[in-house]
Structure formats: C-alpha cells, structure tokens
C-alpha cells in the first residue's frame, strides 16, 4: 500500500511564507497522504499567538489538514499554561513523549504518542522535544532523555500499527543517532536544528528527512508499505517561495490579528516621560531595563544590549507594544563576571560594527546587536577608547567578579563574546519585555533612566 507524508517544521510564525506553503500542501495532498509537523510552528513573537494565548496557531495548522505536532521549544517558552491552552483546544495532537510537569504528572492535552488510521494503514506517530536544560525547571517542566522515551512508547505499542513515524524535535545528528541506536523506526522527520535535506537519507533501514526552516520549503515523502517492509520511493523538498498565499490562511490570520489587538491594545499605564530608544546612542529605555535587571537581582551592575528593542515607548504601555518593541524571549539573567572582560565588552560597544553587526542568536528576535547599556557603572571615554570606569563610585578592579543582572543572550556572550567568561549564573522565569513592564510605570526609575551613564571626554567644536 502506498503512502504519502507531507511534513513541515520550524515555520516559527513565518505565516508569510506558511500561507505559501499551505498553497502547495493543497495541491500535494490527496486521500493517499498524510500532514505532519516537526514543532516550532508557534513562535511567540507573533501578534497573533499573544494575543490568543497560541489557539490562532491551532487554527491554521487545522486549515491546512494536519494530523500531528510534535512539541518544539517554541510552544513551551510561554510556559504550560499557554501550552495546555493550545493543546486542548487542538483537534490534532500535540505530541511529546519525553515531556512531563517538573513534579512528573502528565501535561493536560499532550499526548506521548498516538495511532492514526489512515486508509486502513495503522501510523503511529511520536516524538521529543528538545532538552533546554537550565530553562526546563524554571519554566515548570521535566524533559527526559529522548531515546530512552521514544524506544519506551515504540515498545509499548509494538504489534499496534503498520508503520512508525518519529516526529523528533531535536536535530539532525541526532536522529541520525537515533535511527542507528534503534532499530524498527520506519521514519524520523527532523527539526530543531533548521537543516534543509535535497532529498531524504537513509539510515540502519530508517527514511530521515528534514524540511529547513521558516515554510520556505515543504518536505514530501513516498513510501510503499507492504506486512513486512517500508520502502522508500521518492522524496523531495520544495521551495514555496514562487507559491500564491492560500486565501483561507490569509483569513485566519486577519481575524486572529484583530482578535489579538482588541485583546493587547488595552493601555495599561501611561508613561511619565517618553522612553526613546536609539541601537547606537545612549537611550533611556535601554538604561531603564538596565536598572530594573539590576533592582530584581540586587546586584552591583545591570547590563543589556540596546538590540533587544526595536522601538521606544513614548506615550503608554500596552501589550502590544511590549511585543512589538522586545519580541525576544529572552530571561532575566544573573551572572558573576571578572572586571577585566566587562572592560572588554564595553570597550567593544564603541566599535559601531559590533553593535550594528547580525543580532540573530537562540531566543533574539532583534536585528542588530546594539550598545551595551549599564546600571551602577560610570565609563568615561574618548573617541572609541573607554578611559575610567567606576562601579557604584568605585574603580573598576579588572581581577575581581562582579554580580551582574543581564540576559541570557548576553550569558552566552552572544555579541560580546568576553561576556562568556562568567559563573554562577541563574535565570529567572519572565522575559525581559516583562521587566520593561514592571519599571516603566515607576516615576523614580523612568527619572534616573536618563541619566548619563558613558560620558565623553572629547572637545565638541562648535
């Protein structure tokens, strides 16, 4: 009996382009084929899935036909309420097998696998999602080892179904491991990772494909399955990009657009001086974020890179525009780091091409890397030469560590890369558009926000 897969991953709301590819699934699909997805379908930055709490994701996925989802890390960064939300009120499953609670119980809506009929053909579908470590406790959630879980859920349906699907939501090279170490798996469609195959590899008797990222291409896969075989008859990927937008996913999104506004739009505080924002210059919503990482954790400096906002605020706050203005999940983080790299990161924040320089790294959803911002720290500089630097009016002592309140973008020394030389860090569970909301409506710390931290010492000739 023959079978057909189409299967996409990582769109992470590129509906654009999803709308393309859901052109092309229509004309792909029959009742000989089946609509899979890898994860990382719903990323948060979009509108649209704030401002319903993820269901306008559900929405188009049930459009196009899907018959399953396998949980990537992007459904789980708003947390499980968000992803409980989403699941039970999904007609396709969303499915994980390594996914639990912190405290073990199940996550309500999340299935560990699940058996589809499909012309008399038994599909078991499974899958993982991906380890994210510090994150996984902090954001509710237990996430165990993926081949152990998935060999587990094979093993316990074994005899039930014609042929096995892995939805893995883990990577490439990974699932080339994941077919080697195991055998009986008919098929791994791959994510996570973002890898475009030409055309589908097999390994240990495994078909493994993967369709790269953002819905520019669509993965197609063809099999024959008999009693005691699944072969391979042909496979592909294809671009959407000369594809027409399908008009009932344009649809969707419009009316889940002005769901989500009426819902976000609400103003929730006026701001008591406008909160501008600049990627090179010394601005005050930028310092303000500074200030407020460095409130939360109580430590000696705050820092953060101006590129993780795109915006300013100059009247209100509304959810919207903290969505619009800092898009990127990404935590309130405290770290310990020795004078010396501070010195050096700041010293390369004067150096335009590294805060105009590609932002993109996990969890940024800015453009450019953008100027270090400080709290508790004085630097005097000339030119693009960083000269003293004062830390809570004292001088800066390269060889001691310093607490510092900052991101995990800037953890990992994404940008800076001598802000990597640190220890003892921790995360907190909110996003840093979360800190913008918390201290904005403050008078004190929207007054000091524009206080001059970098002060240069060049002769201005007028």
């Not at 072969?231 to 989500?260: F, G, H, P, R, Y």
């Amino acid at each position: 009996m023959k079978l057909n897969i189409i299967h996409t991953n990582d769109i992470h709301s590129h509906f654009e382009n999803y709308s393309k590819a859901v052109s092309l699934i229509r004309d792909y699909m029959d009742g000989n084929t089946l609509l899979l997805d890898g994860g990382d379908f719903a990323d948060f930055k979009s509108i649209e899935l704030q401002g319903t709490r993820g269901v306008a994701a559900v929405k188009l996925l049930e459009s196009a036909g899907y018959s399953a989802i396998t949980i990537g890390n992007n459904e789980l960064f708003n947390g499980i309420d968000t992803l409980e939300h989403m699941a039970t009120n999904s007609t396709l499953p969303f499915i994980s097998c390594n996914l639990t609670r912190v405290n073990g119980d199940p996550i309500v809506g999340v299935k560990s696998s699940v058996i589809l009929h499909h012309n008399g053909l038994r599909v078991f579908v499974t899958g993982a999602s991906p380890d994210l470590q510090d994150f996984n406790e902090l954001m509710g959630f237990a996430i165990s080892d993926y081949k152990q879980a998935i060999e587990e859920e094979i093993k316990k349906h074994r005899g039930d179904y014609d042929l096995c699907v892995v939805l893995n939501h883990v990577g490439t090279e990974a699932d080339l491991e994941l077919a080697e170490a195991i055998d009986g798996i008919d098929v791994i469609l791959s994510a996570h990772d973002h890898v475009l195959y030409d055309e589908a590899k097999v390994v240990n008797g495994t078909i493994i494909n993967s369709a790269g990222n953002y819905g520019e291409h669509i993965g197609i896969i063809e099999l024959e399955i008999t009693e005691t075989s699944v072969e391979l008859l042909a496979s592909s990927t294809i671009s959407t990009a000369k594809a027409q937008q399908d008009e009932e996913i344009l649809d969707i999104l419009k009316a889940s657009k002005v769901e989500a506004i009426n819902q976000l739009s609400k103003p929730l505080y006026a701001v008591d001086k406008p909160l501008w924002h600049d990627v090179l210059e010394e601005n005050p919503l930028s310092n303000l974020i500074a200030d407020g990482l460095r409130d939360r954790f109580s430590s000696e400096i705050g820092l953060i890179n101006s590129g993780i906002a795109n915006a300013g605020i100059i009247q209100f706050v509304s959810e919207k525009k903290l969505i619009e203005i800092c898009p990127s999940p990404l935590n309130p983080t405290y770290f310990e780091i020795q004078g010396k790299f501070l010195k050096e990161a700041l010293q390369d924040s004067l150096d335009s091409s590294v805060c105009m320089a590609d932002g993109r790294g996990p969890g940024f959803r800015g453009k450019y890397v953008g100027r270090l911002h400080v709290s508790g720290v004085e630097i005097e500089y000339d030119g693009g030469t960083v000269g003293s630097i004062r830390v809570n009016n004292e001088p800066l002592d390269e060889e001691r560590w310093y607490s510092v309140a900052s991101s995990d973008y800037l953890l990992r020394g994404s940008g800076y890369q001598a802000l990597a030389n640190n220890r003892n860090y921790l995360y907190q569970p909110d996003e840093i558009k979360d800190v913008i909301r918390e201290y904005a409506k403050k008078k004190e710390y929207v007054s000091q926000s524009y206080e001059t931290r970098w002060k240069s010492t060049s002769t201005v000739v007028s």
